[in-house]
């Protein structure tokens, strides 16, 4: 989803240095105090926001308001979009939302179920190391998109459009485009500032504006059964995938629809397409996590959350999960930003990461001096959740950048330059065994990424109606008639044609 991003106004380059290339002298400051306070009061830390900093800030709409924080609604409305990611285990089909969180690894926490490299990833700091991965960056960045609002009609929402209604308010989107009927549009040659939903409609041929009609009714259920649309509700969990997926959209792309109108797909038209894609329809996917419903969570005495369920993915997971998918594969994830409240399926752009002494609460240049026996470790406030398997323990910090929403333009090219990344802090432990492999870990704050997914290597969204079009869309010309026909059955599902987006994805490369 989206949310609102600071109004920092330093310079975008000032910005993107963060702390990994501040002096020494200042992140040491910076986690030793953060480490002091911890130990001298842990519950009150624990509950600390993560540090994070949004590059290149854009104001957006807040998802969510502030009632939602205090209350904590947003877990049901997490809960929601955990129903949409499902895998087959042994022939039995099992959505996240069916899981429960763990404390421990188990079998629904476990790196290898997510990573690409499953069977050879790398299981210890030492490996890490070695290959130089205390920090990563992907070859390709994912791109940024909007999330879509329910409440805006999703990809009915005419961004481009000067005259539009600016509200979040789904009644009066609404009855802006049905006041102004996209035929009209057409009439007067303003086909340009029509939404991606009325433009696809008009390239398959569907004078009932199928996709369109599709995009508004999903808000009109919310509306009629309460009255209002909550403006966080989107596809991002569209978009958080199709952005690493799908290859970026660069250029327009100039069509002719079966009626002769010309259209011009513009790379936010597309990338939008592309995201209503991948949230409509079901493909291979990886998920390592589970859920917590649980509004207040009960706690020990260092405030540390001891129900199972609710202390989502371990930190062990966690790090083996970003070192081998973002630094050995070099493939994107998505992860469920839960500290933010405002923020969750966001894909991961670069890692980076020191260590800290747990014992000494100092930060440590090697591992050496960062690792503690388990028998040396006496201030250890979570001493009672260890793994069994634990021989030592080591300091973690970590900067975490994940690519964020944008809202819609129509511009001429689109780039990683027009992108916004955010960059999150995270403190936590590692747990090694006799041999150094990472067994398992402990969060210094309870607000941490809550589950981690994506797609299989060689996924692909398609709706049901692609499987009957298989004739080839020709250059320059309209779609084949066979795609027309089938088109109308996918829309009412709320679903472009696969084989649409994907031909204009190629042609605005």
Partial sequence: M??????????????TISWSSMATDYQAYDLETFLSQFNADSAKVLDQMPAKVDHQPLKTINPFATTDVATREFVEAKDKLRKDFCKTIDGVRVCLSDLEGRAAFQANDLAQNLVDNGTTMLTTLEQMEAKNLKKARLTHQPWSDDYWAIAKGILGARYADPNKENT???KEAFGFVEEAPATTYVEKNNQDLLSPAEKYDLLVGDKNFTLTGAMWAEGKQYYDASGSVETWMGICHGWSPASYMVPRATKPVKVVAPDGTKLTFFPADIKALSSLLWAKNEYETRFVGGRCNTKDPKRDANGRIIEQGCFDTNPGTWHQTIVNQIGVSNRSFVMDATFDYQVWNQPVVSYTYRYFNP???????????????????????FKSYRSK????????????????????AQRDTDSNEYDITTTAIYRYDLELDQNG?????EW????????TWTPAPNAKARSQADRYATETWAAGQA???QWQKVAAAASKNGSPLAKVVEGLVKQAQ
């Fill in 2 to 15: 989206a949310r609102s991003l600071s109004s920092l106004l330093l310079p975008v380059a000032a910005m």
């Fill in 168 to 170: 979040a308010d789904w």
């Fill in 359 to 381: 014992e000494t609460k100092k930060a440590a240049t090697t591992l050496a001096q960062a690792k503690v026996a388990m028998s040396d470790f006496t201030s250890d406030k």
């Fill in 389 to 408: 398997d634990a021989r030592s323990v080591v300091g973690v910090e970590m900067e975490v950048e994940y690519v964020v929403e944008t809202q819609p």
């Fill in 437 to 441: 492999v990472i067994k398992g870990g």
């Fill in 444 to 451: 210094y704050t309870n607000i941490h990424p809550d589950f």
């Fill in 479 to 481: 779609i084949p008639g």
